[in-house]
């Protein structure tokens, strides 16, 4: 049976990026460890290319084509037919993968009166990604049934299977059928991986979540310190290594729910190893981007003197490897963001620290220094307001869709049409494959949802130093409605950039200019002195 690896992704920044959570889990850091990292050079993925992809899919139709003529009842048509659906899923087109599958599952039962369990996984999966749960439940549990009953199981086969079972039954709420596959999935994915895989250490996250949906609050405890501890090793390790990627270990997994980097991680951060650290900086980024988007922004401000972490919001970046987690839930991203700073308030307990975010990103900012302003030192947020130019026509879409199929996802393509008019920017974003413009409208209310809440939180940002951003050529979001929530705020100590050339992304990507780089630098540092701690 022929299986294609999972798209392997590479890490698009240079000789300052590290997974920092190596650095806030202890106060000691090997700098010539980091040095020597600094000066390795970064290896890039080989990934296969769009003609390649193509050569695949017309052979394979062709040789489909030329079996048709001899029946379609033969083992060779299946085998191949099976390899058309695996294509299609690979390259996102789920209904054809769907309905390919279906087809191999019934001329299996014709044939051999069975049905491989690849197909059952792989209609699972595509059921699963087009977010129809309850439909993907009965083909997991008879791939599953059937691979318990053999004596020697593929564990990867096993782990793809249990994966994507244990995420429908966390979407569908059965959470104590989800509780039981993610145990088997921790103890696989050590038997497969090692104690210190990151694959377990994502098992452990996905356990830790449900017991916490369970109540199950020291369970709960336990699997994210022992997730933890896994990156704060693979993270010192990726240091010392210089953030090496390779593409073969992507080719070793069957068809699986995973479409980014095994080594993806929720948390990356910058820091310069050769300057002592005078504040930390958590950045957040906006709606279809992810923490790698602040590399450009956070490797010239580590320059200065601040270490520079970045968090994927749940539902984004490494989050679409997670199991049963990779939809937008922003709950679960401050329940995160908490998580994170306590970390960071133990490790640097007299260093500042600082809330960065952009657009959705800026309103998390701000929910997170009104809810818990003990845990920060300051905020910047950039363009975090919810009006936007083209709100109504968007409600609108959105409830169609929801009536139609609320978990099928629907393209917000247009959002890059109107974040700029930067065509490099714009090819940035379309070759990294972990970014994600494509969200269900349920998940597309709960945005608009908590961006409207916005208003009703920055009142209680009562001491906290607020900077508020805004780009005047922003075709998304209205710079009246930004100066409305500025005027909002409870804090006296607030301050208003308005960009005149900037459009809606002032820090991602490669949009930063040098007056809004030079402007943030100088309210940073001017309220360093204020935010000095003792040390020790």
Not at 28 to 57: C, G, I, N, V
Not at 78 to 92: G, H, I, K, M
Not at 436 to 463: D, G, H, T, Y
Request: charged share 25%.
């Amino acid at each position: 049976m022929s299986r294609f690896g999972s798209p392997c992704s590479s890490v698009n920044f240079r000789s300052l990026t590290i997974a920092a959570i190596a650095l806030f889990f202890s106060t000691s850091l090997d700098l010539a460890a980091a040095r020597a990292a600094a000066t390795q050079p970064l290896a890039q993925a080989q990934e296969r290319s769009d003609l390649t992809k193509d050569q695949t899919e017309t052979q394979l139709k062709a040789t489909l084509e030329r079996l048709e003529q001899h029946g379609q009842k033969k083992p060779e048509y299946v085998e191949t037919l099976e390899q058309w659906a695996e294509v299609q899923y690979r390259n996102d087109q789920l209904t054809s993968a769907r309905d390919a599958y279906k087809r191999v599952l019934s001329l299996s039962e014709k044939i051999a009166r069975s049905q491989p369990v690849t197909a059952l996984i792989g209609l699972g999966h595509c059921y699963y990604r087009l977010g129809d749960y309850p439909d993907s439940i009965p083909y997991y549990r008879r791939a599953l049934d059937t691979l318990n009953a053999q004596a020697d199981v593929d564990p990867a086969l096993l782990e793809s299977c249990l994966e994507g079972l244990a995420g429908a039954y966390f979407h569908t709420k059965q959470l104590n059928q989800s509780e039981e596959l993610y145990k088997r999935m921790v103890d696989l994915s050590e038997k497969i991986y090692g104690s210190k895989s990151l694959q377990l250490s994502w098992a452990l996250l996905s356990l830790k979540d449900v017991y916490q949906r369970l109540g199950k609050s020291d369970d709960a405890r336990r699997s994210g310190e022992q997730a933890a501890a896994i990156l704060r090793e693979a993270n010192l390790q990726r240091l010392q290594e210089g953030m090496v990627t390779r593409a073969s270990d992507s080719a070793k997994h069957p068809i699986s729910l995973r479409r980014a980097d095994e080594r993806s991680l929720p948390l990356i951060g910058l820091v310069d190893p050769v300057r002592s650290i005078s504040a930390i900086i958590l950045c957040v980024h906006g709606l279809g981007l992810r923490n790698a988007s602040f590399a450009s922004f956070g490797k010239r401000i580590a320059a200065h003197g601040f270490m520079v972490l970045a968090i994927d919001v749940r539902g984004f970046g490494s989050w679409q490897e997670a199991r049963g987690h990779e939809q937008l839930d922003l709950k679960s991203c401050l329940t995160d963001l908490d998580g994170i700073l306590r970390l960071i308030r133990k490790s640097h307990p007299d260093k500042p620290i600082f809330l960065l975010g952009e657009s959705m990103g800026g309103a998390i900012v701000l929910r997170t220094a009104a809810l818990h302003p003990e845990l920060i030192d300051g905020v910047i947020a950039s363009v975090p307001a919810a009006k936007r130019f083209t709100e109504r026509g968007e409600a609108i879409k959105v409830g169609i869709n929801l009536i139609r199929s609320p978990n099928r996802a629907m393209g917000v393509t247009d959002v890059l049409d109107r974040a700029t008019d930067d065509q490099k920017a714009r090819e940035f974003w379309a070759r990294d494959p972990l970014a994600r413009f494509e969200l269900s409208p349920k998940e597309l209310i709960q945005f608009q949802v908590f961006m409207r809440e916005n208003v009703s939180f920055a009142p209680k940002i009562q001491k906290l130093p607020v900077l508020i951003v805004q780009g005047l050529k922003d075709r998304l979001v209205k710079p009246s409605a930004t100066i409305d929530l500025y005027n909002s705020l409870g804090t006296e100590d607030r301050d208003l950039l308005m960009l005149g050339t900037s459009e809606h992304l002032i820090f991602e990507a490669i949009q930063c200019t040098d007056t809004a780089f030079d402007t943030v630098l100088a309210w940073l540092n001017a309220h360093l002195p204020k935010l000095a701690k003792p040390s020790g």
